[in-house]
């Protein structure tokens, strides 16, 4: 060990200046070398002159594949800008209109087969023709292949399906049992040129849509321009930017800058009357009342937790008066949605008797429940979950809130459920995108539903007969379906029919509808005062 | 030198196994990520078909072995969110956090050094009280609430700055680097001035003083150069400490940085780019150590004296 005396060494300030020097040539090197801030105008949605339309979004798509076009952040982008499907429901009166078919028709002999005629005069934003080979081709590619397509999943689940252009123009589908819902199934098909690769997913596809993809610069922007061969009429915008921020805050405050013209899904303190429009997002939340558990396991508990629930106060205070109290898990506009059910009146004393008589049958009503919520789900999610805490500790229940992240929640809301749970109380939200009550029916309410606990032989009887009607018939027998399991079953205590917030800028007009949140539609959008799309380059 | 920079890195490398070992196992503890990607009404068949696919059907040291020996050979998977090499990805998005993290820094060290020494100067001086308060206050506002604040009133309401972003002019870089800065300089000014106060006291300074060096040459030629030992370690610290900061100020402004993408792969089960990003930046860590630690043994003597002996 050697001793130092505390003597310095002599200073030599040249060596420190040029190691501060050293520093700060560096960082600038490291800087100007990696550089990801380049000069351009107006930030990254660039300036919004020019015809173009920027918008920011919560979430960088993941990819911009067609056939994953049902989940949100891709489906938002892709879905009838870049890529069309066959037929579309229009989402306001669910009504299946025609797009690349022109019509379409169930065979009367066999009614395993459907007939479409294909559009003439529709070419892919390549170059190529569309003919009724690339909507076989699209079809087989995004429910029979080996890429694992979420529209298979979603849509067709383990449906048997055959596709096959029997000219250019005419194409057939067959399906193992009749299927009076094909055409709707096929609106979320968006269809591709039969050059796409079958072997992987397309990053950035090619479609017959109003827009082609540009640019993606990766975590900065996706640049689409107007496809100028297009066979519909012209969308107004030259040009659309998209970009994206976590923050609800910070979409709001690109609107109220200036530097966005669309913001997707705000929160109510972000939102005011000058920067955003509410609209009805066919998003219903509900508990989920797992009836294979005590308490939950008895009826009576189910119903007084649904009386339990003060639906109007925590739509007024903690939705902002932006949603509606629901009395079933479809909104209206959706084929089943019944109109004679209203909502659960609140009613604690009522509730509480129910609990005080499960009790009294030895009903263990103090067992602890586990109220599972997740972050970000909607807007004020965990002050709902205390809201429905308190509520339903008022008449008795033992209930504990656990906030989850979307994987996790994940694990309650899809079969196998976690073993050990205890009784649970699941915050869901359901969207039904397709317009059909099948949808839900076949995910939340039959007894061994990927995402229902429990159910009755009777219900799932009365949702396979449902299931196998059409017309008026199936919106009767599925508004009888959800009648039934509010009466017999009572899985679920209804919150409500939720609203979005969608940012727009008083420069832009456009109306946002109830797929907006899912399919926003850039040729819908026109500069304000204008509402006739125009050119503008 | 040598010896000393070899015992460095050898010591250093440990905890890095540790990182890598560690993130592998509890990220595969948190959750299946079957759920997250397929479609909720997946068969049985496609799920066993998709973990197949990715390794996830086997046991998790067997997964371990494979990613070890893929990541000898630089392979670093593939995104499950995205499908894109995990490596590119996490090789993309570094240089935007290193920009952001070095320039910080640059002006974090700068400033606090002006700061503290002016501090230290006169203790107890107004100007000292002034910038402890100063100091105190940035160290302990959350870069949360400053970020969402600072793009309200600079970005909204003056309009002087863009909200967020990272295209356009030098403005873009204000908000950010502010968000970033606020923390490691309140912490560094009461770092410097700590140490000033001591050295400045020092009898040597007065013999400097006594020999009549000037006020500046006794600053910072004796003064700062021997003060600077603690600021370079608490810097270092802090330097590692953005990588939080990184986290909200790429979510809160759209950088496309290695904060967010490894919140975003935690978020989505995505282990390859979790895994790729943790490790390209314990190795940054790692190697910022490496140089710090360099540097201290650079300006103090007594450092790499026990090696040498």
Known sequence: MTTKSAVPPTPSPGRARASLAALVSTTLLLTSACAVANSGDGGDAGSGAGGT??????????????????????????????????????????????????????????????????????????????????AAFTIDRAVNSDLACNVDGYVFGDMELTAEAT?????????????????????????????????????????????????????????????????????????????????????????????????????????????????????????????????????????????????????????????????????????????????????????????????????????????????????????????LQYQLAEIGLNVRIRMTDTAAHLQYQLRPFPEDAGPVALLIMHGNQAGDAAFTASQ???????????????????????????????????????????ETVAQYAYLAHMRGLLGLSPSVSYEPDPATGDELRLAEVSPAGDPRPRDED | MTV??????????????????????????????????????????????????????????????????????????????????????????????????????????????????????????????????????????????????????????LEWLPTSGVIGGPEIWVLPIATLLIRPFGVLVQVVRGSMVAALSAPYVKVARSKGASERRVVFGHALRNATTPVLTVAGDLTIGLVNGAVVVETIFGWPGIGKLMIDSILQRDFAVLQAAVLLTAVTIFALNIVVDVAHALIDARVRQPVQA
């Open chain 1, 167 to 387: 000219s250019t123009t005419r194409l057939t589908v067959t399906t193992g049992d009749p299927d009076p819902i094909l055409p709707l199934r096929l609106s979320f098909v968006e269809i591709v040129p039969r050059t796409t690769s079958t072997e992987a997913k397309v990053r950035e596809p090619v479609g017959t849509g109003p827009y082609a993809v540009a640019e993606w610069r990766t975590g900065i922007s996706i640049t689409l321009r107007r496809n100028e061969d297009y066979w519909g009429e012209a969308p107004a915008y030259s040009t659309a930017r998209y970009v994206w921020r976590a923050e609800s805050s910070v979409r709001a405050a690109m609107i109220d800058r200036g530097e966005a013209d669309i913001a997707a899904a705000l929160d109510p303190e972000d939102a005011t009357e000058e920067n955003s429009v509410p609209y009805p997002n066919n998003e219903t939340t509900a508990l989920r009342l797992d009836g294979t558990e005590a308490p939950l396991d008895d009826i009576r508990v189910r119903r007084a937790i649904s009386l339990a629930i003060d639906r109007d106060g925590i739509v007024d205070t903690l939705f902002d008066g932006e949603a509606d109290p629901a009395a079933q898990l479809v909104p209206r506009g959706v084929v089943g949605f019944n109109d004679e059910l209203s909502p659960t009146p609140y009613d604690p004393a009522a509730a509480r008797a129910l609990v005080d008589e499960a009790a009294a049958d030895g009903v263990p009503v103090d067992r602890r429940i586990t109220l599972i919520a997740r972050n970000s789900q909607f807007p004020r999610v965990a002050e709902t979950a205390e809201a």
């Open chain 2, 4 to 157: 000393f920079l070899r015992n460095r890195i050898a010591s250093s490398a440990i905890p890095l196994l540790f990182v890598v070992l560690g993130v592998f196992c509890l990220a595969r503890l948190a959750g299946d990520p079957v759920d997250l990607y397929l479609p909720l009404s997946a068969t049985e068949e496609q799920r066993a078909e998709f973990s197949a696919a990715h390794g996830f059907d086997q046991s998790i040291p067997a997964q371990l072995w494979d990613y070890l020996g893929q990541v000898v050979r630089l392979d670093f998977g593939e995104s499950l969110r995205t499908g894109q090499s995990a490596g590119e990805m996490v090789l993309t998005a570094f240089p935007a956090t290193l920009q952001l993290a070095a320039v910080t820094m640059v002006i974090a060290v700068l400033a606090a050094i002006l700061v503290g020494s002016v501090a230290a100067y006169r203790p107890n001086s107004a100007v000292d009280r002034f910038s402890s308060l100063l100091a105190m206050t940035a160290a302990s506002i959350p870069d949360f609430w400053f970020a969402i604040v600072g793009v309200l009133i600079f970005g909204v309401s």
């Open chain 1, 444 to 486: 939340y309410l039959l007894a061994e539903g990927p995402q229902s606990t429990f159910g009755t032989p009777d219900l799932d009887q009365r949702i396979a007969e449902a299931d196998a009607v059409a017309g008026p018939a199936r919106q009767d027998a599925f508004a009888d379906v959800l009648t039934h399991q509010d």
């Open chain 1, 53 to 134: 339309l920027r918008v920011v979004l919560g979430q960088e798509p993941p990819t911009l594949e067609p056939c994953e076009a049902s989940l949100t952040s891709t489906g938002v982008v892709v879905r009838s800008n870049i890529t069309e499907p066959l037929i579309e429901r229009d989402p306001t009166s669910g009504e299946l209109l025609p797009l690349l078919a022109t019509g379409w028709q169930q065979s009367e002999e066999d009614p395993t087969t459907w007939t479409f005629d294909i559009r003439e005069g529709v070419t892919f934003q390549n170059g190529e023709p569309f003919t009724a080979e690339d």
